[in-house]
Every structure is written in C-alpha cells, then in structure tokens.
C-alpha cells in the first residue's frame, strides 16, 4: 500500500474481517468471458512460487518468497479480444493523490510468466500491509523491455 497506508474504504475493511473469505477477483472489459474468483478458486487454478527482489520507487529493496496465480493462467480463462494492449488492476487503496489507486500492464507484459498475482508471502496468507488479499507481482519489466546499447 502507498507509504504503507492501509485501505480506508468499507469495502476492505469488512473483507479483511473474515480473512477475505467473501473476495472476489472480477476480470470484466473486452474479454470473451468475464470471470470472478475467490481465493480458493484462483489456488486451485495453479499456483506458482517464485523468490523475487523487489525495488520499490520509495527506494528500499528485500527479497521474498510470493506464491500466487499466473496472471497468464487467467487471461487465458477470460480470452481478451483481438484489439486488448493493456490490462488496468484496480486496487482497494488510495492514490497518492485521491481516489482509486490503479495501474497498468501491458497485455504482453501481463502475459509474462514471472507476472502473478500473489496470495502467499514467505509461506504464509499475504498480510494486510502487503497488499493483502493480491498483491501483483510484474518483475519482468526489465527482462521485456533490455536497455539498447
């Protein structure tokens, strides 16, 4: 969460009363087959393990153990339309700014095998200050997009 500020809205704080029990992720716009998923659902859908070092715009860095679902693992549930370039991820938190905190992907960086959204940190649920009930995990962006010489 932005400057480790937690959710202020209902909407989260009466999810994270029963451990997100009742979430659920919506995948809706220009897709095929809009879907929601609880947590339960998306675990079962595959989950992935990676151990990644995170550099956060703040400026400090740690290394994790995240587990979660490849993104890739749900777009290919929904089946964007031919015309899809980017994937918007809405988020419970505040902008820096005021209103909803958002952010983008491309599809093709969506598509990314190192790109999830994470359910589990080091082993265990992802706490609140992590983002929970998802966190998107993208470390992939300097893998796609190499700097030229």
């Given at each position: 969460w932005p400057?480790?500020?937690l959710p202020t809205c209902d909407e989260w704080k009466n999810l994270s009363k029963n451990n997100f029990k009742d979430y659920r992720l919506k995948v809706f716009g220009l897709v095929k087959n809009p879907i929601e998923l609880s947590l339960e659902e998306m675990a079962k859908i595959a989950k992935q393990d990676q151990v990644t070092m995170h550099h956060c715009i703040q400026g400090w860095s740690g290394i994790a153990h995240w587990g979660g679902v490849p993104v890739h693992k749900i777009i290919e549930m929904v089946?964007?339309?031919?015309?899809?370039?980017?994937?918007?991820?809405?988020?419970?938190?505040?902008g820096l700014h005021g209103g909803e905190y958002y952010d983008t992907l491309t599809l093709y960086n969506a598509q990314h095998d190192l790109t999830l959204l994470a359910f589990e940190m080091n082993y265990e649920k992802l706490p609140l200050i992590y983002g929970a009930p998802l966190r998107l995990r993208a470390e992939n962006s300097s893998l796609l997009h190499p700097k030229k010489q």
């Open positions: 400057n480790g500020n089946k964007p339309h031919k015309d899809v370039k980017t994937v918007v991820f809405h988020s419970y938190g505040e």
